[in-house]
């Protein structure tokens, strides 16, 4: 069975100015992690990423004390 594991986490910058807040920068650092989360959870399951549900990626992202998680 072929997974499709691509995911495509970005955050469209307007400016060069908000290209380097930290703001931003934790925001695509958080989607980033969140989609890798997904990716693996998928594989696990031998799913598709699509599939999965966004509670679980959370569970798991807050058991791995990831990132700022609300």
Do not use: F
């Amino acid at each position: 069975m072929k997974t499709q594991l691509l995911t495509v986490a970005c955050v469209l910058l307007k400016s060069a100015w908000q290209a380097v807040s930290l703001r931003s920068a934790l925001t695509a650092m958080a989607l980033g992690e969140a989609a890798g989360c997904a990716a693996a959870l998928a594989m696990k399951a031998k799913s598709e990423v699509g599939t999965i549900d966004g509670v679980k990626v959370r569970e798991t992202l807050a058991q791995q004390n990831a990132g700022p998680v609300a």
